[in-house]
């Protein structure tokens, strides 16, 4: 049973490894002193009503009838499909009630919202703070001199997702081919410092300054310079001030440090630089993606801690040669660069995701052996982005932008503002490597070309900043401004240009019904989800009659050095605005689940050398793309990362192929085996078995496949014909990233139908209750076709989120309607921690906790006797069933 039970333990969390906490960015810092820097999560508790209302910026305005929201917030659930227009657009309010300390008079007070979509105004205490135009960019205020401390106050924004063109990306949402969803739908945060304080990059302007601006020259193994600018401001009276560095290794030994005195004029400001040496640095790169913590502090000269904080930064080099290819830290980088495009929003939730999703988001690709991202087409949230920093994913950021233009000078102008804002706000991250600083796929003219290239200079004046825009021929003119060209390889007009592939693999025969191979739902089942996975591969199509090759994997790894890298469209099945049909071309779902062709892109993962990156162990797998049914094909495909595959079947040997190509230029080929299955040989070697499962069973009715590296066994994966669906199985889908108590925090929990092994029933469509209790709540009921859920490829998502005290969360899986020969049900536990900030609310949704879909409270007797009762029963109806099964083998006989 070895083999059997091992397959169960994948499905279950019996094993699990010490769960990780990643660290997560606050307004572009890390704190380290509370008492000087504070950073308060601002997510709790806010008053919300999903239409206009006249007024609801007073501060006396009564808001007692709205409901009471966590943020991140949508303004609504949505369901699976939410395409077309489903969602809402309009105005919506939000207003939050809270108290500020006393103890804060005379501290500087900010609030920093990551993300508010739309056009925004925000009042607090009924004073207009800010009106904003842009959903993706951050809003920092100060707003220290409108707030009432030790009283109440009130903070109020007015949301509007509405179609606007006069802001990036402009385009109506029905034309779109995203979806904008709306909400205050990012973290918000209360930040508290001092008169003298480095300031946020956004919330002055200042070329190429604000904040901390960290950059590199001569890097090398040997050493390294790092050159770093600190802008500090002073709303108090003139005083000198010494500004201190500390560059420390992550284990806390100092690599650098410096030190310079600043005098600081009454409300003022002033930039200073300093240099400094670090020897044998620990440079960053994907596979080891190394970061030091820079220590930023503000003394005065009585040594007083004015301002501190830490920044995360990364040593390293890219230079972009053309025909020569990347070289990364002065080296030539050995491979090309393969990822993918993504798009943020999740199953249920759109926008509106807590920090860990984000997180997993960048994880889960990582694992399949990805080493670039494109953001699409807006700037990522910064937890994603801090992923990026440390899991050793390059990333291309972007400007917000859609095949659209405006000719208004507004529109320009605000869209000039987007490229300064970008670079000014992600210029310290290792993880960037392209600046996309024109909109998507847009005629847009010469004149925005030429800006947008020269406030990309103006805003990163060193060396590193490479832009990149469009190839087409209608952009000739424009060419010449960028660095990098997005092609499917070298462009003869600029055969000095390197290029990046910015989107691949997606192919649609026509643009009004999206008929297209490369988008599978995955409910469509296995042979859909193969063709896709192939397709994704290497797919050759003829037009006009020439045969040509779609932009595919094969075609990336056998592209010229020129093209140093390239993203597929697109990681995750999506929402879009102009069509009715989700995008299903993700090669894993909206909730984040795999398709066979995440482990096309897996078999790129290496067998060795990830150790230092988080979470992503670079170990020898095979996956049998293939399930055994009525309907499945004759050909079976493995996917591997190993050098050679052994396919057994029904124990006997089939044979053994390499997992390479001499005519592919891609590093692992899926190994196909052709016309080697056929459903009647599984029927009857598995007639002897019916009703049980055993290793006499699995042996003469399995199919294994071994990967081999250096003839010897590797990795293993086995399938059988799936029997009678025995019970349910639920998986904590974590990624053993730690949940948290922090109100917003969200983990999905996947439930599975398996038969007696242990093995996935593909091909079921019960519904399953979910049901919840301790220290969470279940997220969305029936109405959206969240709670019961409909079974897709034998699999339903519960979406768990984290009240705000830190504790255990069971988890009950039932079948809706569950007769006595129906599965048995499931239950799993997982704990959430402490968050890692205070928390600041005067109320809480339903008072955080869930108060419907829980357990009944039967004593631990009557729970034996009742499973006592169903055993007997199941026991006498499985031995009715079993001869049932036998009399029809006879009668076919």
């Known amino acids: 049973m070895r083999r059997i039970i091992f397959y169960l333990l994948v499905l279950t969390v019996g094993l699990r490894a010490e769960e990780f906490r990643p660290e997560f960015s606050t307004a572009g810092f890390f704190q380290t002193d509370a008492t000087v820097r504070e950073a308060i999560n601002f997510n709790v508790g806010w008053r919300f009503i999903k239409h206009d209302v006249p007024g609801a910026e007073a501060a006396g305005f009564d808001d007692k009838d709205w409901a009471v929201v966590n943020l991140p917030d949508g303004m609504e659930l949505l369901p699976l499909a939410a395409s077309g227009g489903v ?58 001199g409108h707030l009432k401390y030790g009283q109440d106050n009130v903070i109020a924004v007015r949301a509007d997702n509405s179609n606007d063109s006069d802001y990036p990306p402009g385009k109506p949402q029905e034309s779109l081919d995203f979806t904008y969803f709306g909400g205050i739908y990012r973290d918000v945060w209360f930040i508290t410092h001092n008169d003298v304080y480095v300031t946020h990059p956004l919330a002055v302007d200042k070329v190429a300054g604000g904040g901390v601006f960290v950059h590199y020259e001569d890097v090398s193994e040997k050493s390294a310079q790092v050159f770093v600018d600190v802008d500090v401001a002073n709303d108090g009276p003139e005083q000198n001030v010494q500004v201190q560095l500390e560059l420390k290794d992550k284990n806390g030994k100092t690599a650098a440090s410096g030190k310079t005195e600043l005098a600081l004029a009454f409300q003022g400001s002033k930039k200073t630089s300093m240099a400094f040496n670090v020897e044998k640095p620990r440079l960053w790169k994907p596979d080891q993606p190394h970061l030091y913590n820079l220590f930023v502090t503000i003394k005065d000269p009585s040594g007083n801690v004015l301002d501190t904080f830490r920044n995360r930064i990364g040593i390293r080099t890219i230079e972009m040669r053309g025909p020569e290819g990347l070289f990364l830290n002065g080296k030539p980088y050995p491979q090309k660069l393969i990822g993918a495009n993504r798009h943020q929003d999740f199953a249920h939730i759109g926008h509106a995701l807590p920090n860990n999703l984000h997180w997993r988001d960048a994880l889960k690709l990582r694992q399949t052996g990805m080493r670039v991202m494109r953001s ?80 990309t200079a103006e805003e990163y004046p060193y060396p590193g900043c490479y832009t990149a825009t469009d190839a087409r021929t209608h952009r000739t003119k424009s060419q010449h401004y960028f660095d990098v060209l997005y092609a499917n390889d070298m462009v003869p007009e600029h055969p000095d240009k390197s290029i990046f592939k910015r989107e691949w693999g997606d ?50 790894y056998g592209s010229s050095p020129s093209m140093f890298g390239a993203t597929l469209w697109h990681s995750f099945d999506h929402q879009r605005g102009y069509h009715p049909d989700p995008f299903w071309g993700g090669i894993m779902d909206a909730y984040r689940q795999p398709k066979f062709s995440y482990y096309l ?133 974590d990624s053993e990233i730690q949940p948290v108590a922090d109100g917003s925090d969200i983990t999905p929990v996947v439930a599975y139908l398996v038969d007696a092994g242990g093995a996935v029933k593909r091909l079921s469509d019960e519904y399953i209750r979910f049901s919840i209790e301790g220290e969470g709540e279940l997220v969305g009921g029936a109405e959206h076709g969240i709670n019961p859920q409909k079974l897709l490829w034998g699999e339903a998502v519960a979406l768990v989120r984290s009240g705000i005290n830190p504790g255990t969360i069971r988890i009950r899986a039932d079948v809706l309607k569950d007769g006595i020969n129906g599965p048995d049900s499931a239950e799993i536990e997982f704990s959430t921690t402490v968050s890692a900030q205070p928390l600041l609310y005067q109320e809480l949704p339903d008072n955080g906790q869930a108060k419907a879909s829980v357990f009944i409270d039967e004593s631990a007797e009557l729970k034996k006797l009742r499973e006592q009762l169903r055993n007997t029963q199941k026991q006498l109806q499985e031995y009715r069933l079993n001869e049932v099964g036998r009399q029809q083998q006879d009668f076919i006989q």
């Open 507 to 556: 192919f649609v025969d026509n643009w009004v019904d999206h008929n297209s191979i490369s988008r599978v739902a995955k409910q469509w089942g296995e042979v859909p989800q193969i063709r896709q996975s192939m397709h994704y591969f290497s797919e050759e199509w003829v037009d006009d009659g020439q045969e040509n090759e779609w932009p595919s994997m094969t075609m990336v």
């Open 601 to 733: 892109f897996k078999s790129l993962l290496p067998t060795s050398g990830l150790e230092h990156v988080p979470l992503v162990q670079a170990e020898p797998f095979v996956y049998i793309a293939h399930l055994m049914t009525p309907f499945s094909p004759e050909d079976v495909i493995v996917f591997t990362n190993c050098e050679e595959v052994k396919l057994t079947l029904y124990g006997k040997e089939v044979g053994v192929k390499k997992a390479t190509a001499e005519n592919s230029p891609v590093p692992r080929v899926p190994v196909v085996f052709e016309n080697v299955f056929r459903h009647v040989d599984a029927r009857n070697k598995n007639k002897k078995g019916y009703g049980k499962i055993d290793q006499e069973f699995v042996d003469g009715a399995m199919m294994k496949a071994e990967g081999l590296i250096d003839g010897k066994i590797a990795a293993e994966h086995i399938r059988w014909p799936v029997g009678r669906k025995r019970r349910l199985v639920l998986k904590v889908d």
């Open 376 to 455: 699409a087409h807006y700037i990522q949230d910064p937890a994603f982005m801090d992923a990026c920093d440390e899991l050793g994913l390059f990333i291309v950021t972007a400007i917000p932008g859609w095949q659209f233009w405006n000719e208004k000078p507004i529109f320009m102008e605000r869209m000039l503002k987007d490229v300064r804002n970008l670079v000014r706000l992600e210029r310290n991250r290792p993880s960037v490597l392209l600046w996309e600083m024109i909109p998507n796929e847009t005629h847009f003219p010469d004149e925005f070309a030429s800006r947008s290239a020269e406030a």
């Open 87 to 144: 969602n809402y657009q309009g105005p919506s309010w939000y207003r939050k009630h809270f108290k500020v300390d006393a103890a804060l008079e005379g501290k500087k007070v900010m609030i920093h919202f990551e993300g508010i979509m739309g056009k925004a105004k925000i009042w607090v205490n009924g004073h207009l703070v800010k009106e904003n135009f842009g959903g993706y960019f951050p809003v920092h205020l100060d707003v220290t």
